[in-house]
């Protein structure tokens, strides 16, 4: 699975606008509960009005609130980002850590985020235990682990080390193109003959090829070898994947850092992801 995986998403990524580890630290903290574009149209304002930690420690409350508004739950964004600020200028000299045990112990950063960081603005290899992530590796009978701490160390012992950042970008692309959370796409997905939940989903082929989402979906749809009738619609229709996020009720608190930094029976861990949010998605794909 994770060959084909690699095969179908050669170029997976992060889909967060950043340019240094403060940047990508600010836009995981915003894309909870939040599509990454609506975070990516934010980000250049913030980025601009913030450059550095002593800008987010010094922010303006209110300001920094209105900027942050269209991603949801600002306030307690706003929270983390000025609690983020202040706790790099007093600890960090101003620049963010690049260790796990170091990243957890900082305002609005859980382990997610902190791998988020790692994999991606350090190159450290860590995997990013998202919704996607667990739903996936649960329906492949990878775990049948809940928590996402003890997730974590489940599939890290099952992957190369070298490969935990890729195999989380790949994994995460499959569940926001193919494998979605109330409508996955059976019929139309490349690992469906080595995949023991087949069948949860839409398994007729034109039906299920209609449900695989992104720019992506006239290869993902050759390798899950459909006819060319439905590669072609696909490539006439695909567009961009645009995950839809939650309409919540509530602000949530912000992500709580996790204390386990290692290997071991998990402690507390802070995914930042609410729960309980209506999903407009009729594919039930949210961040």
Known sequence: MNRSLAEAYPDAHCELDFRTPLELAAATILSAQCTDRRVNEVTPTLFAAYPDAAAYAGADRAELEEI????????????????????????????????????????????????????????????????????????????????????????????????WTMLSHRVIFHGRRVCHSRRPACGACLLARSCPSFGVGTVEPEQAARLVKGVEAPHLLRLAGLGDASVEEAATSAKPVEPAAASPAREPAAETPATDSGPGPARTTGTGEPTGAEDPDPTGDQR
């Open 68 to 163: 942050l508004r269209p991603t949801g739950f600002f306030r307690n964004k706003t929270t983390s980002l000025i609690g983020l600020g202040t706790a790099l200028v007093e600890r960090f000299d101003g620049e963010l850590p690049s260790t796990l045990a170091e990243l957890v112990r900082l305002p609005g950063i859980g382990r997610k985020t902190a791998n988020v960081i790692l994999g991606n603005a350090f190159d450290v290899p860590g995997i990013t235990v998202d919704t996607h992530f667990s739903r996936l590796v649960q329906r492949w009978g990878w775990t049948t682990l809940t928590d996402p701490v003890k997730i974590e160390h489940a599939i890290g012992e099952l992957i190369p080390r070298r490969e």
